[in-house]
């Protein structure tokens, strides 16, 4: 060890998980002391990390903390994540990030100060190309002042914001290829909840927790889109072509247009979701290069005939890997059998139930049937902690089922997974 380069030594500090950790190891000799001083170029402080943050009072903690990052030079990723150790003085957080600014590439921020700390217009027109903001507000922002020339990858969880400074935010950022709106408090003007944002180099983008009226996304380079546990009246994507990835779980929605940007999906991850099954038929049919297909507990509004294999294999011919979950209702297997197209390419298959039935087994033999070059198949069940004696029994006998069945299927590897 004594013969490493400082150089070497400040990557191994950088490395390690917490500020405390580095601390106590750059205590060992006098060259660990100089290498993180001049070499260290990551430091984290999480209060989940160690509890005893939480101990410690808000001026003992900004204390060391001050002290802890005065002592490093030439800092590129600094992460302060103080969830519950009350609050800080703003002067303070505001002197550890005006020290670190000019060198800083990554900052995860998530300090609450009183006032309120503005990130934009300190960390503005610097080097940074990650910000991650928690529980924090962003007001007045100012594209041509507060601009992030170098801002690859933007993060608001639990962030206050209104939707005219959200639009602007990504204006101030001309190379952002990655965005993530957590459960975002969107201030309004007016009785409609609109938010319009556009960016030509949004590659993608994550929504969680958001209820709108509006939602409007222009973006020409868009590559994945996945929205959870949203309720939105309308959502829009404006783009050309270019989205490949699509998920969407837990989220209401009155109307979903992707329509013109579907041509190019590779994965399309459904579910919880309620839509008219015309309007989602017409927006992912173009996707003729779709390589992964799961509709997992999706109900169709106004399709009482069930969703055929045929409608998946005609449209999907590059299909691979399909995941459906067994429904029957009124009677009606929900994903049904007609047709006679085989999925010739569709190697892994996984399978679920909701309510497990005598019908479920046959619904499995006849899918193997339709996919004659299957490696893997996974099926996925939920059983109820208070059993009857007739569940018991119908699983029983499915389980014996399957074992018959895949007799038939050597090759196939089979997996199950029971919740």
């Not at 400082?6 to 100089?34: F, M, P, Q, Y």
């Not at 001026?59 to 994540?81: K, P, V």
């Not at 990835?245 to 994965?267: G, P, Q, R």
């Amino acid at each position: 060890m004594e013969h490493l380069p400082v150089e070497v030594i400040g990557n191994i500090l950088s490395h390690l998980e917490g500020a405390r950790d580095v601390v106590i190891a750059s205590a060992t000799c006098r060259k660990w002391r100089e290498a993180y001083r001049k070499h260290l170029h990551t430091l984290a402080f999480n209060s989940n990390d160690w509890p005893a943050y939480c101990d410690i009072s808000p001026i003992l903690l900004e204390i060391l903390i001050t002290r802890t990052i005065f002592q490093t030079t030439g800092l590129q990723g600094l992460s302060i994540l103080m969830d519950d150790a009350g609050e800080f003085t703003a002067s303070t957080v505001i002197a550890w990030l005006m020290y670190t600014r000019e060198t800083l590439r990554r900052l995860f921020y998530n300090v609450p100060t009183s006032p309120n700390v503005n990130i934009l217009a300190i960390c503005g027109r610097q080097k940074l190309e990650i910000l991650a903001v928690a529980h924090n507000s962003i007001t007045g922002v100012e594209p041509n002042f507060q601009r992030f020339p170098c801002l690859k990858s933007l993060s608001l969880s639990h962030v206050c914001i209104s939707a005219l400074d959200l639009s602007l935010l990504l204006t101030a950022c001309p190379k952002l290829e990655s965005l993530e709106l957590i459960d975002p408090e969107i201030a309004i003007s007016d009785a409609q909840v609109t938010v319009e944002l556009s960016s030509p180099t949004l590659k993608s983008i994550y929504v969680e927790a958001i209820s709108l009226d509006k939602f409007i996304l222009e973006t020409d380079r868009i590559e994945r889109l996945h929205l959870s546990d949203c309720a939105l009246e309308v959502f829009e994507l404006i783009g050309k072509g270019t989205l490949k990835y699509f998920k969407i779980d837990d989220v209401s929605v009155i109307h979903l247009d992707i329509a013109e940007t579907v041509d190019n999906l590779e994965v399309v991850d459904v579910s919880s979701f309620t839509i008219i099954w015309t309007r989602f038929y017409q927006m992912i049919s173009r996707s003729s290069k779709l390589r992964k297909l799961r509709l997992w507990d999706v109900t169709f509004d106004d399709y009482d005939e069930g969703i055929d294999l045929e409608t998946i294999a005609v449209c999907f011919p590059q299909l691979k890997h399909l995941s459906l979950c067994y429904e029957l209702r009124d009677g009606l297997m929900h994903y049904g059998l007609q047709g006679s197209s085989n999925l010739e390419n569709v190697t892994v298959l996984e399978l679920g139930w909701t309510v497990i039935n005598d019908f479920f087994s046959h619904w499995v033999e006849e899918l193997l049937k339709r996919c004659p070059n299957l490696k893997k198949i996974i099926i996925f069940g939920v059983i109820s902690e208070a059993k009857s004696h007739e569940e018991c029994q119908i699983l029983a006998k499915f389980t014996s089922s399957i074992v018959r069945l895949m007799r038939k299927y050597m090759h196939v590897e089979v997996q199950f997974e029971y919740e």
